[in-house]
């Protein structure tokens, strides 16, 4: 990639933005108590975040004032990965810190969550309710023998009874999971069987796209093949009656009871997330309330910039990593936007309409989601009153730069908007916000405080300006503690750590610029090599789907037998569109002229939709494996794909081409 030093950036924060950020105070105020850098900007914090790493992560946790019951007796002991050991003899609470603004006099009575249903009827909770609910629910969970360590699963949408939950239970250390209620059995079961929870929170049922969607057979399921379950509570959203044995909600959360804070170690578990499971059981991927603690309030407090006077949107679901980091907003006094439902209910400017209505000064959401948006051709800064939005912040997939442009132009044209780009696997971002640099059109804004990124070639050479791996040289604290069920640690390690000993190799590729901002290509476990030339499918993705036949696109690089290497296509047209050979020739030609010749499709072929996750992220491995006439079963997890019929066309395919 050549410079682009002299291109004019597409948002530039002003001189009193800058001033007034939280991460220059903190810069100023880490130069004078730990002697990092006064002058030279975030480049230079970020330079000093990485070279002196124990002495940045012990200013985060005063800057933020962390309450270690138990002092620390160093920041970082072990620094080995996997296995480094973060503040080793510190006790602490997550859930103490997340409710303290509800210490506060002045703010106790403000909303600490609103909650918004595809009714737009919202609903407040006060930081003072929300503890009092935490309280009384925490004291009932050490009333069912919930003690430390034990895992507490929630079948929930995003509710404020998640919230409340998922915090009780971190009150008590215990350790927190949850799965959306559109996963259906066994994908809830390929993921809560290995962590046998000991209690088991559901609703009868949730509301999407219009309709009520109910779950009680589903539950039913889920009771009987979770023996480990001691008590399962049940909240009535669509109004039904608590199934025989299961506890109510009210009457849990209804005492007037102060909350109690467990004090566990630096490391003890917070919470599992887990992989998207395409090609296997998911992974149970494990972290600290110590490190999600800190990483948190370094993300949402210093690169996101929330504090008590905002609002924060992400649209999010509760099995996706996204609604954990949401919820750590808590942590800056900041107020969630919890919003329950369809993204395109009643239609594509639902999201829009959720950010007008509750004030929102940070709207999360989906690359996809913009780019649906702009094929809509809606104008939401033109409809609604956008004027709290400080920041349009997306993730999920690389934000393309028609997607820079069209919320510049259509949103507002004094708009930060941060691409980001980290994992479940660290519940945090490598790249992506910082509120006093610019923004580059396609390009996140620098790798993150205390985050040593780099982009490796395959020999470990660290490239700039050139396509590598993403790699992470030093530790995280948010990095996984270990899986769940791999006592030996050894699918941990050969899931990062394998390619190049002693680094994170996260699976990405991605450019670092000379000016520090990072491009992302796409996952490199499916990149596409034609004639040694590398290219991630993002980049083919970006292209294609500025074309307004395409509605969605998936790309695959197979490597056959004889040594060729076979390069399809596969387009999901837009209502109307049809795939003939002037729709064809254009889609060469843009990926020719955009993009590489080399990496025009062998084959353009229509297919009735793209297969994704349960999270929303096209599948590519499943389908080349497919491709490659792995039988499905074997090819792909069923319980992780949103749609598994779709995955019939690939199989019938590959069964014509052999």
């Not at 006099?105 to 609103?114: E, H, S, V």
Request: proline share 7%; aromatic share 10%.
């Amino acid at each position: 990639m050549t410079s682009a030093a002299d291109e004019a950036p597409l948002w530039q924060p002003g001189p009193d933005r800058i001033a007034a950020a939280a991460v220059t105070r903190f810069q100023s105020w880490a130069a004078e108590h730990h002697g990092a850098p006064s002058e030279g900007g975030y480049a230079s914090l970020h330079r000093w975040s990485v070279d002196e790493l124990d002495t940045f992560w012990k200013a985060v946790a005063e800057w933020f004032d962390v309450r270690f019951s138990t002092p620390y007796d160093t920041v970082i002991g072990d620094r080995a990965m996997p296995g480094a050991e973060w503040f080793p003899g510190a006790t602490l609470n997550y859930a103490e810190h997340a409710l303290r603004t509800a210490e506060d006099p002045l703010r106790a009575d403000a909303p600490a969550l609103l909650h918004v249903d595809e009714t737009h009827t919202q609903a407040a909770v006060s930081w003072s309710a929300l503890r009092r609910q935490v309280g009384s629910l925490a004291a009932e969970l050490r009333a069912l023998g919930v003690t430390p360590g034990d895992r507490v699963s929630g079948y929930l949408p995003n509710i404020p009874q998640a919230v409340v939950a998922f915090l009780a239970t971190a009150a008590v250390g215990g350790v927190w999971t949850s799965c959306a209620p559109d996963f259906g059995a066994r994908s809830v079961l390929d993921r809560f069987q290995q962590v046998e929870p000991v209690v088991l929170f559901t609703v009868d049922g949730y509301r999407y796209g219009g309709k009520e969607h109910h779950r009680a057979d589903t539950v039913a399921e889920l009771r009987s093949e979770l023996p480990t379950l001691r008590a399962v509570v049940h909240i009535p959203l669509l109004g039904t009656d608590a199934p025989e044995g299961a506890l109510d909600w009210a009457a849990l959360t209804a005492a007037d009871t102060e909350p109690v804070f467990e004090q566990v170690p630096f490391d003890h578990p917070l919470w599992v997330l887990y992989s998207s499971g395409t090609t296997g059981l998911p992974k149970a991927i494990v972290q600290s309330q110590g490190g999600i603690l800190l990483e948190h309030f370094k993300q949402i407090g210093l690169h996101c910039d929330l504090g008590p006077e905002d609002r924060f949107f992400w649209y999010t679901s509760t099995g996706w990593m996204m609604w954990n980091f949401l919820v750590s907003g808590l942590l800056t006094g900041t107020t969630l936007v919890l919003y329950d439902g369809s993204p395109g209910y009643p239609d594509v400017s639902a999201q829009w309409r959720v950010a007008e209505q509750t004030g929102a000064t940070l709207f999360g959401t989906s690359a996809a989601y913009v780019m649906a948006c702009r094929k809509a051709g809606i104008h939401p800064g033109r409809d609604f009153d956008l004027s709290r939005i400080q920041c349009v912040a997306t993730t999920g997939s690389p934000l393309p730069p028609d997607g820079f442009r069209w919320l510049h132009d259509e949103v507002a044209d004094d708009l930060w908007t941060a691409s980001v780009s980290g994992g479940t696997d660290v519940c945090s971002c490598f790249a992506g916000a910082v509120p006093t640099l610019p923004v580059h059109i396609g390009e996140l804004q620098a790798a993150c405080l205390g985050t040593d990124l780099q982009s490796w070639d395959p020999a470990g050479e660290p490239l700039t300006g050139e396509v590598g791996e993403l790699v992470v040289t030093k530790p995280m604290p948010s990095m996984p503690i270990r899986f769940w069920n791999d006592p030996d640690g050894s699918r941990y390690h050969d899931s990062y750590f394998e390619t190049y000993p002693g680094a994170w190799r996260h699976g990405d590729w991605i450019t670092i610029t000379d000016r520090g901002s990072v491009v992302i290509h796409g996952r490199s476990d499916s990149t596409l090599n034609r004639q040694g030339v590398r290219m991630g499918s993002a980049d083919i993705y970006e292209a294609v789907e500025r074309l307004p036949e395409i509605r969605e696109s998936l790309v695959i690089g197979l490597e056959e037998p004889d040594g060729g290497y076979w390069m399809p296509l596969f387009v999901h047209l837009a209502d109307g569109a049809a795939l003939d050979d002037a729709l064809r020739d254009s889609i060469k030609r843009t990926i020719r002229e955009n993009l590489s010749p080399r990496h025009v499709p062998d084959e353009v072929i229509e297919v009735p939709g793209i297969p994704h996750t349960l999270t929303g992220k096209r599948i590519e491995v499943p389908v080349k494996r497919l491709l490659q006439g792995t039988a499905l079963a074997k090819a792909v997890n069923p319980g992780s794909i949103d749609n598994l019929e779709l995955l019939h066309f690939y199989e019938e395919l590959a069964r014509k081409r052999r």
